[in-house]
């Protein structure tokens, strides 16, 4: 497959995916600037004619793929 020019290089086609579903792929080099990995979860929304993929929230995440932390309680145990 050649090469695509520079002014061609973020045009892309959707490609059929299952039945009813339709993927995109994304430019690796926008990927490793968000250091975004495969399987990673992300939110897509839409915003008028435009959609918008971001990374899925931080808070949901956790961290490392660990259940996020309890917040610790302010009340005072008694002895």
Do not use: C, H, Y
């Not at 792929?25 to 004619?49: D, S, Y």
């Not at 929230?57 to 259940?67: E, H």
Request: no cysteine; hydrophobic share 35%.
């Amino acid at each position: 497959m050649p090469r695509r020019k520079l002014a061609n290089k973020n045009v892309r086609k959707l490609v059929r995916m299952g039945g009813r579903s339709l993927g995109l792929t994304l430019p690796i080099e926008i990927l490793r600037q968000f250091k975004w990995r495969e399987k990673q979860k992300v939110v897509v929304k839409k915003r008028g004619k435009t959609i918008v993929i971001a990374d899925w929230p931080a808070q949901a995440k956790g961290r490392a793929g660990k259940p996020a932390k309890k917040p610790k309680s302010k009340l005072k145990k008694k002895k």
